[in-house]
Nanobody, 126 residues
Framework: QVQLVESGGGSVQAGGSLRLSCAGFGYFYSSHCMGWFRQALGKEREGVGAIADDGRTSYADSVKGRFTISQDNAKNTLYLQMNSLKPEDTAMYYC????????????????????WGQGTQVTVSS
């Protein structure tokens, strides 16, 4: 059974940093696409970024230059390094996985991903 578990969320002041982790269990597929999404209260879910198993990445314009996605395939763990955080980054953050290649023109759409974690809250205060 595929399971994704996020951790690392918390509260931070604007300008600060957080590193989120997403541990994957129950699968060992070499070809996969993993993504980070977020949903603020009262807003629609939005894609933050995605990473293919070969390390290629794609980011939403709102986080480019501030957020970095990485992964440790040996540990089945995905990371999201968030720097220069802003109050508008406040949201529940979710990781997700798609088995197969990243279809980059769809990689920031939640419908591309079949398995999701439970989320971790990030709160950025001004």
């Amino acid at each position: 059974q595929v399971q994704l578990v996020e951790s690392g969320g918390g509260s931070v002041q604007a300008g600060g940093s957080l590193r989120l982790s997403c541990a994957g269990f129950g699968y060992f597929y070499s070809s996969h696409c993993m993504g980070w999404f977020r949903q603020a209260l009262g807003k629609e879910r939005e894609g933050v970024g995605a990473i293919a198993d070969d390390g290629r990445t794609s980011y939403a314009d709102s986080v480019k230059g501030r957020f970095t996605i990485s992964q440790d395939n040996a540990k089945n763990t995905l990371y999201l390094q968030m720097n220069s955080l802003k109050p508008e980054d406040t949201a529940m953050y979710y990781c997700a996985v798609r088995f197969g290649v990243c279809r980059w023109w769809l990689a920031l759409r939640g419908t591309e991903f079949g398995y999701w974690g439970q989320g971790t809250q990030v709160t950025v205060s001004s």
